[in-house]
């Protein structure tokens, strides 16, 4: 009998891929490094050899959380050239069910099975109960999606944040800008707001050309033009999520998500973040009060491929294979 949903949170960078039943719990998560494969099928097709053959041959489903729109019948990652068509992808592993949502639209439907030891609060702000959230944040790209709790079953809105033109607030952010504009063309808010948008603003102000872990790492050890970079930068997401607060009308709280979030998260308390965040008169007592959290979970995606994996093992049709 098919009972199983495979459910995969694949990334520009990476991918991690588990099992689920009807509890929506991921098991058995599995990492793979996108660079190692073609495209999608044969990196799920290296996954599933990799698990007992009885294990994959339960699988009866799939839930593939994507970076990059996946509302349409062929659906492509952003920041990879990647792509699939829904019909034929289905067609190729034989599921019974198939679904491919947005990685953000992914985060949205799990963001409420967090626990307090999966988040790090950023300011004092109190979330309201069933009142809008907001899920945002940089990774490969920059993800954004808004969670409504208030109807019978929540509903989750995504879209292209990330492609959002960028502009500047002051004489620095009008620097990088004037950089961003002669290297990229129209800046865009994953320009600056990525995991390459942070090497970006590194090498711009200090000439040295590393990698965006490297920065964090650096800052970590107290190097002053890594932490002027790192602070940059949260001073921009601070402004950016502030931005998506209000249009969204966060009440419910803001998670910030994404790998850079994570990493970052030591220097969110001693940066200008919260203060960014709630700077947009005349409405800074109403940012002030919503409740931000980084989400440091190690994988987020999976758990809202799980409540949606869940939905969908248990719309499993029995299968009866004759000897």
Known sequence: MAHLILVADIGG????????????????IQIHRNDSFSGFEPMIEADLASRDPAVA???????????????????????????????????????????????????AHGVMALGPGDLIPVGHGVAEPKGPVLICGPGTGFGVAGLIQETRLPTVITGEGGRARLGASN???????????????????????????????????????????????????GDEGAVASCHLFLRLFGRIAGDLALIFNARGGVFLAGGVSAGLAPFFAGSPF????????????????????????????????GQLGARMARALKPTLHLV
């Open 13 to 28: 960078t990476s991918s991690r891929l588990a099992l689920v039943g009807t509890d929506g719990i991921p098991t058995d």
């Open 57 to 107: 041959a339960a699988i009866g489903g799939a839930v593939l959380a994507v970076a990059g729109p996946a509302d349409a019948e062929y659906v492509k990652l952003t920041n990879r050239d990647w792509g699939f068509s829904k019909r034929a992808i289905r067609r190729h592993f034989g599921w019974q069910k198939f679904a491919a949502v947005n990685d953000f639209e992914a985060l």
């Open 171 to 221: 004489a620095e952010e009008a620097r990088l800008i004037a950089h961003l504009v002669r290297e990229l063309g129209p800046v865009v808010v994953e320009h600056a707001l990525s995991g390459s948008g942070l090497a970006r603003i590194h090498r711009i102000f200090t000439g040295e050309a590393i990698a965006p872990e490297a920065v964090i790492a650096a800052a970590g050890h």
């Open 274 to 305: 919260r203060e960014a965040f709630e700077e947009h008169p005349p409405h800074e007592a109403r940012l002030a009060g919503m409740a931000v959290n980084i989400i440091v979970h190690p994988t987020p995606g999976l758990i809202g491929c």
